[in-house]
């Protein structure tokens, strides 16, 4: 544990200020809530549009979280935040909607059967997700770099600078597309709230991680941006698949698609690790890692309101550990 120090409340980027700890506590911004996960806690706070608080919380899924061998733990914390993600982004969805709101129909049978069946719907919406995730973000670019192949003959025979030229296109398309997601995102009047949320939920942890008092005045003097955020994990996602993409060669159009497939679950547990790396170091190494994501997290995330902080720092209470230390990244 290093010597507890408080942060400038003047500095606008996380990398310039000193932390008294680092912690494991994560979050994910929702409609008008947050969800914080805890070493052994999960926590769902959503503003009511009555004005009260509503948290719900619950213990954590021990599975994911014990599977610790490294390169592989981070496919299987992925897939298990975004299935913990999913259903508190549901959960948020129906409480933020008043009952005045709220349309008197008689559900439908497919509605009926998927209330019965929730972990069944949970598990379909998160496949689904995770299906469209990969068209978008992985085989378009792919089969993009693969037709200027076919129209420039570029990378054939084997010419490994060609070969990374093409993943090298393909990278830079997956985060031009990736930018303009975001970038065409952060102009709708409901997202922007969501990025608020998102910039209450790293201005709590990062009071946190300074152990100071978890009050409104002290969150909202810290900054919005987290080397651990979820932003930065896609945009360094994106450099790690330049290069291993361009170790594996380029071959016909399929099996380029297929071995990116295959590849996936190793391109996240490098990403993970690199993750994981820049957020517990305060080495130069780690700091230019970060950067960028950093950088980025100026579109995914916005100043919140007090109000905001108020439902992050409810969220943030209920999943701290009893035992200090149980939370060290």
């Known amino acids: 544990m290093t010597e507890e120090t408080n942060l400038n409340?003047?500095?606008?980027?996380?990398?310039?200020?000193?932390?008294?700890?680092?912690?494991?506590?994560?979050?994910?911004?929702?409609?008008?809530?947050?969800?914080?996960?805890?070493?052994?806690?999960?926590?769902?706070?959503?503003?009511?549009?009555?004005?009260?608080?509503?948290?719900?919380?619950?213990?954590?899924?021990?599975?994911?979280?014990?599977?610790?061998?490294?390169?592989?733990?981070?496919s299987v914390r992925l897939v298990s935040q975004l299935r913990a993600g999913v259903s508190a982004l549901m959960r948020s969805a129906d409480l933020s909607v008043g009952d005045d709101e709220e349309e008197e129909?008689?559900?439908?049978?497919?509605?009926?059967?998927?209330?019965?069946h929730q972990g069944l719907a949970m598990t379909l919406t998160v496949f689904v997700s995770l299906l469209?995730?990969?068209?978008?973000?992985?085989?378009?670019?792919?089969?993009?770099?693969?037709?200027?192949?076919?129209?420039?003959?570029?990378?054939?025979?084997?010419?490994?600078?060609?070969?990374?030229l093409l993943s090298l296109?393909?990278?830079?398309?997956?985060?031009?597309?990736?930018?303009?997601?975001?970038?065409?995102?952060?102009?709708?009047?409901?997202?922007?709230?969501?990025?608020?949320?998102?910039?209450?939920?790293?201005?709590?942890i990062a009071c946190y991680e300074a152990a100071l008092p978890l009050t409104v005045e002290n969150c909202r003097q810290q900054p919005r941006q987290h080397p651990r955020c979820g932003t930065s994990f896609l945009f360094i996602f994106m450099f790690v698949s330049i290069l291993v993409f361009a170790l594996i060669g380029r071959y016909a159009v399929w099996i380029n698609v297929l071995l990116?497939?295959?590849?996936?679950?190793?391109?996240?547990?490098?990403?993970?690790?690199?993750?994981?790396?820049?957020?517990?170091?305060d080495s130069k190494l780690a700091c230019a890692l970060s950067k960028p994501g950093l950088a980025l997290q100026n579109l995914t995330t916005a100043e919140p309101d007090d109000d905001m902080l108020e439902v992050s720092i409810a969220a943030m209470e209920a999943v701290i550990p009893e035992n200090a230390g149980d939370d060290e990244w």
């Open 132 to 164: 469209i995730s990969v068209a978008v973000f992985v085989l378009i670019p792919s089969l993009f770099a693969d037709l200027i192949r076919t129209l420039t003959g570029l990378g054939r025979n084997d010419n490994f600078a060609g070969v990374f």
């Open 9 to 74: 409340p003047t500095s606008d980027s996380y990398q310039e200020q000193s932390v008294a700890r680092k912690t494991s506590i994560g979050g994910q911004a929702l409609i008008e809530g947050l969800m914080m996960l805890g070493p052994d806690k999960q926590a769902i706070a959503v503003r009511l549009p009555s004005g009260e608080i509503d948290l719900d919380v619950k213990p954590r899924t021990q599975g994911a979280g014990k599977f610790n061998v490294p390169f592989l733990r981070g």
């Open 260 to 281: 990116r497939l295959a590849l996936l679950p190793l391109v996240a547990g490098i990403t993970y690790e690199i993750t994981r790396f820049a957020g517990r170091s």
């Open 105 to 116: 129909v008689e559900s439908s049978k497919i509605d009926q059967f998927l209330e019965r």
């Open 169 to 204: 296109i393909e990278g830079v398309t997956r985060i031009a597309i990736f930018l303009l997601y975001v970038w065409s995102t952060s102009k709708m009047k409901e997202i922007k709230r969501v990025w608020q949320y998102h910039g209450a939920e790293h201005k709590t």
